[in-house]
């Protein structure tokens, strides 16, 4: 979160909990009555995580997730650097000042990194799409997300940060080639799936450093 008083991020905690609230799955307002926890109860269970908050105090974007979202995670691609383990979440743009919130997509959607603007009349964040992430701007006034174009055969940096610009001008991230993650996969094939795997004390880095 950037800059915001005391006062404000405690009425914001009690506002969006509030808000949460009615995301939890009725199966665990049952507990109360008794009914015995069971695995579904666990996987129904809500995250809610803060976001980003507007450098006004005024708009907080969030997210509220299920465990169960997470289902479908391939575990042998564990340590591969081109793999993104599934995570859909609902985004949620709320207003601090009337506590009245909006889903950004009408759907859950896998995406990570989001930032308001100096102004917060636009909302940066990617988005993954089939296996990468893109950029995208969603313009508060209008409602419309637009896609960030990169140069030709670059693309977003799994584990990248977005950040504005103090005047709000430009939008900073991290990129790498498409030849990049071609040769990572590769490698990380090479180290998994061979019957013999070789290595030396001559190479400069062990396989996952490397």
Do not use: C
């Amino acid at each position: 979160m950037r800059s915001s008083t005391k006062l404000s991020r405690i009425i914001l905690v009690i506002i969006v909990t509030a808000a949460a609230l009615s995301y939890l799955p009725p199966r665990l307002s049952a507990q109360a009555q008794g009914t015995a926890f069971s695995v579904d109860d666990l996987l129904d269970v809500v995250n809610l995580s803060f976001a980003d908050l507007s450098d006004d105090g005024r708009w907080l974007v969030a997210t509220t997730g299920l465990f169960r979202d997470r289902i479908g995670i391939d575990n042998h691609r564990f340590g591969d650097p081109t793999y993104i383990a599934p995570n859909s979440v609902d985004v949620l743009i709320i207003d601090t000042q009337t506590a009245k919130s909006q889903k950004l997509f009408p759907e859950k959607r896998h995406v990570r990194g989001l930032q308001w603007s100096p102004d917060a009349s636009r909302l940066a964040l990617l988005m993954l799409n089939k296996d990468v992430f893109e950029p995208m701007i969603w313009e508060r006034a209008s409602g419309k997300l637009q896609k960030v174009n990169l140069p030709a055969g670059k693309l977003v940096a799994d584990n990248s940060d977005l950040q504005w610009s103090n005047d709000g001008k430009q939008l900073l991230l991290a990129l790498r080639t498409e030849e990049w993650r071609k040769k990572t996969a590769e490698r990380f094939r090479y180290e998994t799936a061979g019957p013999v795997v070789v290595h030396s004390s001559n190479e400069p880095f062990i396989a996952w450093d490397d």
